[in-house]
């Protein structure tokens, strides 16, 4: 599945506007974008080779209230959205999948504000 993001004018952002272009983009990968926003949580959150196709409908009802039950925040708090660029692991941790969100190549803008 693939979701082309292409634009026609180019964004232009500050580093005070980070905190809202981050809210901005995660509300549009798992809000506004029903059915993609389903799948991409069911990616991140059940680690089976079978999450997006599974073998019967009880697994899918099962598969469904899973992904149901996590809101946005509940994923940023788990680890499944990661806004640093460091990738801490605990010793004993469950290896799963997760989104890390990094802004980065900011640059004076010219204007001589610090």
Known sequence: MRKDL???????SSFFSCGPD???ILKTLFVSSRPYSDKLKRL???NNKDCL??????TEQVYQ???NSF????LIERGYI???SKIARG???EIKSYILISLDNFSPDGSGNP
């Open 22 to 24: 981050i809210q901005t």
């Open 44 to 46: 991140l959150i059940i």
């Open 65 to 67: 209230k899973t992904i």
């Open 6 to 12: 292409i634009l026609s004018k180019p964004i232009y």
């Open 71 to 74: 809101t946005l925040g509940d």
């Open 82 to 84: 990661r806004l640093n």
């Open 53 to 58: 196709k599974p073998i019967d409908s009880d």
């Open 91 to 93: 010793t004993h941790e």
